[in-house]
């Protein structure tokens, strides 16, 4: 049972133009959202995060969206760049532990 | 001044070997987790451990351990390896203090391979 879902496995943007990556998620108990980026063959690097009592968090280039009564949240690359190609994950967590529950990542190649 | 470092980057081992991977952080953190990225490139929590509490994802077989010697280390011990342990296992480690940011910071991650 995936609590949180990316549904476009790939997305391709021409550089300079915006990319919109999208995360629905199912619990109700999440309340901080984190997107990651990975290159290949290194860990997940924390891009920006989003707690539960916003719906917009912004830092540079990179924006999220929270949807709360959508259980939605996407984030917003803007201009983009050739150097973002890269897979985007999305994460959800709750509780004290704060383990993160990932999305299956989206595949974003920016084209120069 | 790599934040979490993991050792090794690659193993390669047969069936039925016990193996451990080791993983230290620097950033002071107060929590520590392991993660599983399987061939379907899905990235699953195995465990969270702060010197408080440890949380097993209760998919994780017991033949699992994680080991923390303290704050700043946390390894990974795996027995009786089996072919479908093969993937890549990640380290990460964050605060978890109320009103901290909950941030988890990754290892380069090691590559399982189990013949």
């Known amino acids: 049972d995936q609590q949180v879902k990316q549904n476009s496995p790939s997305l391709s943007v021409q550089e300079g133009r915006i990319s919109i990556l999208n995360c629905d998620y199912t619990?109700?108990?999440?309340?901080?959202f984190l997107w990651y980026k990975k290159y290949p063959a290194e860990g997940p690097t924390f891009l920006i995060s989003?707690?539960?009592?916003?719906d917009k968090n912004e830092d540079g280039r990179f924006t999220v969206f929270l949807n709360k009564s959508a259980k939605h949240l996407s984030l917003h690359i803007v201009p983009s760049q050739p150097g973002d190609s890269a897979v985007y994950f999305c994460a959800a967590t709750w509780g004290s532990a704060r383990q993160l529950t990932f999305g299956s990542g989206t595949q974003l190649t920016v084209l120069p | 001044d790599t934040a979490v470092s993991q050792t090794p980057k690659y193993l390669v081992t047969q069936m039925g070997n016990d193996k451990s991977i080791k993983c230290e952080q620097n950033?002071?953190?107060?929590?520590m987790y392991w993660y599983k990225q399987d061939s379907k490139k899905f990235l699953k929590i195995m465990f969270s451990?702060?010197?408080?509490?440890?949380?097993i994802n209760e998919t994780v077989p017991n033949r699992f351990s994680p080991k923390s010697p303290d704050k700043a280390h946390l390894n990974l011990h795996i027995n009786s390896l089996e072919l479908g342990d093969s993937a890549v296992y990640f380290c990460?480690?964050?605060?978890?203090?109320?009103?901290?940011?909950?941030?988890?910071?990754f290892g380069p991650g090691t590559r399982l391979t189990v013949t």
């Open positions: 619990n109700s108990m999440f309340d901080y």
């Open positions: 451990y702060n010197n408080k509490e440890l949380i």
């Open positions: 950033l002071g953190h107060d929590t």
């Open positions: 989003i707690s539960s009592i916003k």
């Open positions: 990460a480690s964050s605060f978890t203090r109320k009103n901290a940011l909950y941030e988890q910071y």
